[in-house]
C-alpha cells in the first residue's frame, strides 16, 4: 500500500529545481519537484508481533488501509502528523526507525474513539495507540507518559481499594510528575464544586483523602486482580523479550 498523503513525506526528501528545461521543455519550479529515492534497511520484523502482544494492539493485523481512520481522528484535525494509519503501516512493515520518528506525538491519542468507530475492519485503532504507546515506553523509547503515570495512579488505587478517591488521584498524579497541588484551574473547578455540594457529602469526601476507605471484602478481589495484573505484565515482557524487570509496572499485594 503506497504512502498517499503528501504530508508525510519528510521535507529533506522534496527535490525542486528553480530552473529544469527537459527535451525543451520548461519544468521549473512546482513542476520539477521529486521524491528523493530512500533505501530502508533496518526493518524490525518483530514489532508487529510485539505490539498485538500488548492490550488494545490484538488485532493491528485486520487493517487494510483506507484511512478511515486518520480521516475522523480528533487530533489529526489539529495536528496532520498524528496519523493512525501511517504507523499502522509502518508497525506492520516494521519501519521502525520512520516510526520513531513520530514518537514524542503517537502519545497524543485522547482516547475519543471516532477512530473505533469508523475502522471498517475492527482493528481498533485506538488501542494501537495505546500499545504503540505502551511498546515505546517498555522498549525504552520513550519516557512514561503523563497519561500513564495517571492510569497508575488511578489503577492502583482502584486495585488496592475497591473504591476511587478523585482528591487522592490528582494528589499523588501532582506529586509524581512534579505540578504543584494548587493550580488556578483546579482552585477554580473546587470552588464552583463546593457551592453547590452538600456540606456532608463535602465532609466525607475531605475525610476519605486521608483516611482511605476500603470496600468492605475487598482484599479476595484485590489478591485476584493483582495476580492477574502481574501474569499479564510477566506475558507482555516475554513477548518483547524483555528481561525480568525490564519495563515492570506489576503490582505487589498489599497486606
Ligand atoms: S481515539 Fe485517538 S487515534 Fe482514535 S480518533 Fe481519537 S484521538 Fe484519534
Ligand atoms: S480505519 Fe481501520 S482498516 Fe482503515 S486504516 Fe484505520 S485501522 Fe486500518
Not at 521535507?11 to 528553480?18: A, F, G, W
Not at 520518528?101 to 503517537?106: E, L
Not at 489478591?223 to 515492570?248: C, F, M, P, S
Request: with cysteine.
Amino acid at each position: 500500500m503506497p504512502i498517499h498523503e503528501k504530508n508525510l513525506i519528510r521535507p529533506e526528501n522534496l527535490k525542486t529545481h528553480e530552473n529544469l528545461t527537459i527535451d525543451g521543455v520548461n519544468v521549473s519550479g512546482h513542476w520539477s519537484t521529486f521524491i528523493a529515492p530512500r533505501v530502508i534497511t533496518d526493518y524490525n520484523e518483530k514489532i508487529e508481533a510485539e505490539i498485538s502482544a500488548l492490550p488494545g494492539g490484538e488485532h493491528i493485523n485486520r487493517c487494510w488501509q483506507c484511512g478511515s481512520c486518520t480521516n475522523s481522528c480528533t487530533v489529526n484535525a489539529v495536528n496532520p502528523d498524528f496519523n493512525p494509519r501511517y504507523w499502522i503501516y509502518l508497525i506492520r512493515m516494521g519501519m521502525e526507525s520512520e516510526l520513531l520518528r513520530d514518537k514524542d506525538i503517537i502519545w497524543q491519542c485522547v482516547s475519543c474513539n471516532k477512530c473505533t468507530y469508523a475502522c471498517p475492519r475492527d482493528v481498533f485503532p485506538e488501542g494501537v495507540m495505546k500499545a504503540t504507546a505502551h511498546w515505546l515506553e517498555l522498549q525504552g523509547h520513550t519516557p512514561k507518559s503523563k497519561s500513564t503515570i495517571f492510569d497508575e495512579e488511578f489503577t492502583e488505587q482502584v486495585v488496592a481499594t475497591g473504591k476511587i478517591e478523585e482528591g487522592r488521584i490528582i494528589r499523588n498524579f501532582f506529586t509524581k510528575t512534579r505540578q504543584p497541588l494548587f493550580q488556578e484551574w483546579l482552585i477554580e473547578m473546587a470552588m464552583r464544586v463546593a457551592r453547590h455540594m452538600p456540606v456532608r457529602l463535602g465532609f466525607l469526601m475531605g475525610l476519605s483523602t486521608v483516611i482511605r476507605p476500603r470496600t468492605r471484602g475487598w482484599s479476595k478481589a484485590r489478591d485476584a486482580i493483582t495476580d492477574y495484573v502481574n501474569e499479564q505484565e510477566v506475558k507482555q515482557r516475554q513477548a518483547l523479550g524483555l528481561r525480568e524487570n525490564e519495563g515492570k509496572t506489576g503490582r505487589q499485594h498489599e497486606n
